[in-house]
C-alpha cells in the first residue's frame, strides 16, 4: 500500500473525482477515484489534508485508485493554518507534473502541515520552500557563491538568476545577508531572518510559478479584507 494527500479534487463523471496527489516515494500522481454512495462512499475522505493510504492501477498518465482508507484523522487546520496549507498544496501543484519525480517531498510537507495545527510558522514554510525549490532543481546553491567562494556570514549578496549570489557592498538594497542564506542552508532560520527569507523565497518561485498569482494568497488576502 502508498500512502500520500490530496493535493485537490473536482468530480469526474456522475460518481467519480478526478484528484492530485502527493504519494509518498513517487511524487505527484493524477488519478480518478470512484467515490460511491451510502457508508461506503469515499466523499469524507477524499480531501485536502487527509493522509490516506492506497493503490493505483494504470500505465497512462491517469492512474486509478483502489482500496483507498483514511491513514488516520484528518489534520485539523482552520482561518490561516489552512490558508497556508491550501499555500502548499497549491505551489506542489502549480510545481510538479504529473508523476513528477519528487520522492522526498511527502515528509517535509507532512511534517509542514503537522506543524501547522500549532499556528503558522513562516519558518517550515520557508524551509518547505527550500525542500521543493531543492527538489527541482532550481534552488542555487547556499554553501557557495557565484565565484564559488564559500557564502560567507559577514557579507551580503544579490541573487543573480542562472548565477546565484554574487558578493555585493554592505547596505546595498535588494540584498541577503550571508547569515540568513546560512541559516536557510542549516534549517536554523531565526526570526531576524524571517524577512529576507520570505523575499528570497517569491523571487525564486516566480522563476518557477511565472507571473499567475497564487490562488491561495488571493483568498488569504480577501478573507483577510472581511475582517
Known sequence: MLRGYVLHHRPYKETSAL???LVDGVGRVDAIVRLGSGKRSLKSIIRPFQPLIFQYLGKGELKTLTQVE???????LASKEM?????????????LTNQHQAESLFFPYHQTL????QGVCERQLRQFECALLLEL???PSLEFDSYGASIDGDMDYRFI???GFLPVAKMMRNTY???MLIALREQQLESQHLPQAKYLMRQLLQEVLGNKPLQSRLLFAAACEKR
Do not use: D, H, K
Open 19 to 21: 484528484v492530485n496527489l
Open 70 to 76: 483514511a491513514a488516520a484523522p484528518a489534520i485539523p
Open 83 to 95: 490558508f497556508a496549507g491550501l499555500y502548499l498544496n497549491e505551489l506542489l501543484i502549480r510545481c
Open 114 to 117: 503537522v506543524s501547522l495545527t
Open 137 to 139: 532543481g532550481t534552488m
Open 161 to 163: 538568476s542562472q548565477q
Open 177 to 179: 545577508s550571508g547569515e
